[in-house]
C-alpha cells in the first residue's frame, strides 16, 4: 500500500519561508513525477510545481522565483521550499507522485496524499 505523508505545514507570517516534505512509502518499483498542488477555502486545487525523476520543474502560474521544488531520489522525498509567503499562499498543500509497481509498468499510478495546512497571517 503506497502512502504519501507530507509534513512541515503550520503557521507562518507574511513574508517567512517554510519548507514542506513528502515522503513516500509502501510496496512499489520506483517513483515517476512528484508534485505539489494546493487549494485554498472555496477555489480549486491548483498545480504548485512538479519534478520529474530526472528533476526537471515546473511551477504553476506566478510561484517561480518565489516557490522552489527539490527531491531526493534514493529516499522517495520530494520538498516544496516556500519563500516571501503572502495571506494568498494559505491553502491545504498536496503532495502527488505517479507510482510504478514493476519495471514493466509503463503507466503507473497516480497517488495522493491526505495534505497539510498552511497558514499565513498577515
Known amino acids: 500500500q503506497v502512502q504519501l505523508l507530507e509534513s512541515g505545514g503550520g503557521l507562518v507570517h507574511a513574508g517567512g519561508s517554510l519548507t514542506l516534505s513528502c515522503v513516500a512509502s509502501?510496496?512499489?518499483?520506483?517513483?515517476?513525477?512528484m508534485a505539489w498542488y494546493r487549494q485554498a477555502p472555496g477555489k480549486t486545487r491548483e498545480l504548485v510545481a512538479k519534478?520529474?525523476?530526472?528533476?526537471?520543474?515546473n511551477y504553476g502560474d506566478g510561484l517561480e522565483g518565489r516557490f522552489g521544488i527539490s527531491r531526493d531520489v534514493y529516499k522517495n522525498t520530494a520538498y516544496l521550499h516556500m519563500n516571501v509567503v503572502n495571506p494568498e499562499d494559505t491553502a491545504v498543500y498536496y503532495c502527488?507522485?505517479?507510482?510504478?509497481?514493476?519495471?514493466?509498468?509503463?503507466?503507473?499510478?497516480?497517488?495522493w496524499g491526505k495534505g497539510t495546512l498552511v497558514t499565513v497571517a498577515s
Open positions: 519534478i520529474t525523476r530526472g528533476g526537471t520543474d
Open positions: 502527488y507522485a505517479r507510482v510504478y509497481g514493476s519495471w514493466y509498468d509503463n503507466s503507473g499510478i497516480d497517488h
Open positions: 509502501g510496496g512499489f518499483y520506483s517513483i515517476g513525477d
